[in-house]
């Protein structure tokens, strides 16, 4: 058992050590592309990771810990596929995400506790331009490239506690932390015009004070309510790392996010689900316009497939979102998705043994049409979402 | 269990991979991100002075000589040369043994002058005389057999007080052979004779000859057998000439004989100085605060002085002074060369006006002066400008004092918090 604990330990590290790597270029904009850190099945089940009926992990309410009586961990990776349209001109690009990270300590049957690293606002894009610049009169080849790594994460303690059978209350606090680092290279790709290379980069440090606190009705035995609200401080940008001049520290504004969801059993074998989020990210300012977002989603679960204590669901659902960052005078971005998800549960349902689920969604983001480009930006994806629950005896 | 928690783990860590960028996405990004652009500085902007100074490889430590009669309308030298010739010489008597000849019999000699680079197209007459006076070998000039602390003679006649020509000889191409009697051979033995040497020069009006060092073939015929012994004798040298260029000079001058060093002092905190932001009114940025991509001094090739013009195309290399205030600054010593011309300059750029600028790359001094005095353990506050190599030159490269400087500068404008 101490091997696997040192292992997990080891799998824990070796994400959390690794930025997430995630790439849209609707990053670009404000703080960036919101990232919803659920495992697979949430991610199948409408996206909001609020109210489900069974076992499944999210930072979002922490009220849904309760019923838990195994210490865990569960892992997500998320890898993405990415066609982009812009303007007619095309590319693609593959990159993946650890959307989630979470260790569970159920502490007396009543309370429940969890820690969680997961995603909060991608800031992953990078741009490869080759082009000419005239310089002092004469012609030069250039290839630029701007790249930015990185993100806002959220760190969570939550904590749950059953106050009856059907009703749990949650607590959780934590901070919205994380790095990024932008970087500007220009390579003159002409040997014969004697010009080094330019290199230049800045790294800075994102925190915020976030808590949360959420509750959970189970109703008849056949559905879950579940809401939460989360708040935060100011967010603040650190500056720790600066290549090219002195840039000053910045403050944006505090984030606000309630999420409610509901599931319902619709007979022995089958499940449906929905949730919305409302969030106001961090205002940012500067000619970038910062829009309070609503996603949407809902999905199916069938769990008729089954070999004595090994259930293998089925999952369809769809999801929708408005994604909260652009530039002034610009069309802002939305998102969509469908999917269609595979599990392997070892198990009781609410507190099973292990969990392996996997998701493929197929969806699309697009906007940011404006004077930069008349057709705004599409962008295709392929979402694979893989997770893994382990629980101990 | 221990199964699952490494799939777990591959599945972490084949995650852990970096983004290949988009060619599509530059038109998202607001402005041009990375501007590079040119800077001119003028020399009042990062200069506190320029100068020259020769002073530096006199003729005695020149691996050539130098001949010429009125060159340039101006210049006209001689060697001044003197040989060791050698007492006793060393036979092979019967029996196969070595004997020292204490009375060998000189009957002839024979000085070969290798031409290394001359300035005129038609064959050249060398002409060989006795200097009639003593000379100082590391003090003679033109005008002085002996210019030292406390001693100056000046020459009964200038240019080594030569005495009747003893030799003469028309250059073949590539050489030409100076051939001495046995009277001449006696004289240049004796140390006691105030003929000192051999005075060596050209006869033809506006030829310039640079050879090799002149060595002396002696040849002596022993007394003990019927041999002949040839031997040959490296010279004490130098050269006399004029007119000469004094010691320093207000224009940059590189190469020569004695050699120029270009010298610049560069102004303190060149990385606080501002320049204007491209496209942007009223808007300096500081040199400091900008990416380097090149620099690069702007040298404007002037004519040499009459006479001196190079005798070939020219390196020239860039050393930092490293100050000691004990030490003259004409004096202070020199770091390895940081950095050289990209291709030699040509001497024709040095024998009409308006020749083409060149650019003396500077990029690699110009990046440690620019990070700031605490970047480095020694930062260049002065630059010598010298031939690259070590090459001795008797022509002198000569540029317009305080040049500008060029820099090529990249800024990044798009690199901010959002």
């Known amino acids: 058992m101490m091997t696997s604990r040192t292992v997990m330990a080891a799998v824990l590290l070796a994400a959390v050590a690794a930025p997430a790597s995630a790439q849209s270029l609707f990053a670009t904009r404000g703080l960036g592309v919101p990232v919803t850190s659920l495992d697979a099945r949430a991610a199948i089940l409408g996206g909001s990771g609020v109210g489900l009926i069974g076992f499944h992990s999210s930072l979002a309410n922490p009220a849904e810990l309760a019923g838990g009586f195994r210490r865990g961990v569960t892992a997500a990776l998320q890898p993405v596929t990415s066609s982009i349209d812009l303007d007619g001109a095309e590319d693609g690009t593959s990159t993946t995400r650890f959307p989630l990270l979470m260790v569970n300590y159920p502490i007396n049957p009543r309370l429940t506790a969890a820690l969680g690293f997961g995603g909060y606002l991608d800031q992953s894009w990078g741009v490869i331009q080759e082009s000419t610049r005239d310089i002092g009169g004469v012609t030069v080849p250039v290839t630029d490239l701007l790249r930015s790594s990185g993100g806002i994460a959220q760190i969570k303690l939550n904590a749950s506690y059953m106050l009856t059978p059907t009703l749990a209350v949650g607590i959780g606090g934590g901070l919205l932390t994380g790095n990024v680092e932008r970087l500007a290279s220009r390579t003159f790709t002409d040997t014969s015009v004697v010009l080094s290379n330019f290199e230049a980069s800045i790294r800075w440090r994102y925190k915020a004070p976030v808590a949360t606190i959420g509750a959970r009705w189970d109703v008849g035995g056949v559905a879950r309510l579940s809401a939460a609200v989360t708040a935060g401080g100011d967010l603040k940008a650190t500056v720790v790392g600066d290549s090219i001049s002195s840039t000053e ?28 989020t409302w969030d106001r990210f961090p205002s940012v300012g500067n000619g970038t316009e910062s829009r309070e977002t609503i996603r949407v989603g809902a999905g199916l679960e069938y769990e008729g497939i089954r070999s004595g204590l090994r259930a293998y669901p089925v999952r369809v659902g769809a999801r929708w979102g408005q994604l909260p960052y652009y530039l002034t005078g610009e069309e802002p971005g939305k998102e969509w998705s469908a999917g269609l998800g595979l599990g392997f549960r070892l198990g ?31 962008e295709k994806l392929w979402r694979f979402t893989l997770s893994l629950s382990l629980f101990a005896n | 269990m221990k199964r699952w928690c490494l799939m777990a783990c591959a599945v972490v860590l084949a995650g852990c991979t970096q983004d290949s960028p988009l060619s599509v996405g530059d038109v998202l990004l607001p402005g041009e991100s990375i501007r590079t652009f040119e800077v001119i500085l003028e020399p009042e902007q990062y200069l506190v002075y320029d100068t020259a100074f020769g002073l530096y490889s006199e003729p005695e430590d020149a691996n050539f000589v130098l001949f010429a009669r009125g060159y340039g309308g101006a210049l006209t030298s001689r060697a001044l040369v003197r040989y060791d010739i050698p007492r006793t010489i060393t036979v092979r008597s019967t029996g196969d043994t070595l004997k020292v000849d204490s009375l060998p019999r000189y009957f002839s000699a024979s000085i070969r002058l ?18 009639t006076q003593r000379w100082d070998r590391a003090t003679a000039t033109w005008t002085h057999r002996i210019d030292s602390t406390g001693v100056r003679l000046a020459w009964a006649v200038p240019g080594g007080s030569p005495s009747a020509v003893r ?27 105030s003929n000192d040497g051999l005075l060596i020069g050209v006869q033809n009006q506006g030829a310039r000859v640079r050879t090799l060092l002149p060595s002396l073939t002696v040849r002596a015929r022993s007394s003990i057998r019927d041999t002949i012994v040839e031997q040959v004798l490296a010279p004490v040298r130098t050269f006399i000439f004029t007119p000469q260029l004094g010691s320093t000079h207000t224009a940059l001058r590189v190469g020569g004989t004695p050699q120029w060093r270009g010298v610049l002092k560069l102004r303190e905190r060149l990385d606080t100085v501002t320049v204007p932001c491209p496209d942007r009114p009223n808007c300096r940025v500081k040199l400091g605060d900008l990416s380097l991509n090149s620099a690069s001094l702007r040298l404007q090739p002037v004519p040499s002085p009459a006479g001196y013009d190079l005798e070939g195309d020219i390196d020239i290399a860039v050393h930092a002074l490293i100050p000691d205030p004990l030490v003259p600054l004409q004096r202070s010593p020199l770091s390895e060369a940081l950095t050289f011309t990209t291709a030699a300059i040509p001497k024709s750029s040095f024998l009409a006006p308006n020749a083409p600028v060149v650019d003396l790359p500077l990029t690699s001094v110009l990046r440690v002066v620019l990070a700031g005095p605490d970047a480095a353990d020694f930062v260049p506050s002065s630059l010598a400008l010298l031939p690259a190599g070590g090459s001795a030159t008797f022509g002198v490269a000569q540029f317009q004092a305080m040049p500008r400087m060029r820099l090529v500068v990249s800024l990044a404008r798009e690199l901010k918090l959002p």
């Open chain 1, 249 to 276: 520290d910045r403050s944006y504004g505090a984030p606000l996010q309630f999420a409610t969801g509901a599931s319902v059993r619709l007979g022995p074998l089958m499940t449906a689900a929905g949730g919305l």
């Open chain 1, 348 to 378: 009781n349902p609410q507190d099973p043994a292990a969990l392996a689920d996997i998701g493929v969604e197929r969806g699309s983001r697009s906007g940011l049409a404006g004077t930069a480009t008349s057709g705004g930006l599409n």
């Open chain 2, 114 to 131: 290798t031409i290394d680079t001359v300035a005129s197209t038609r064959p050249v007459t060398f002409e060989a005389f006795f200097p």
């Open chain 2, 167 to 193: 030799a003469t000889a028309v250059s073949n191409g590539d050489s030409a052979v100076l051939v001495f009697d046995s009277a001449t051979v006696a004289i240049l033995r004796d140390t006691t004779d």
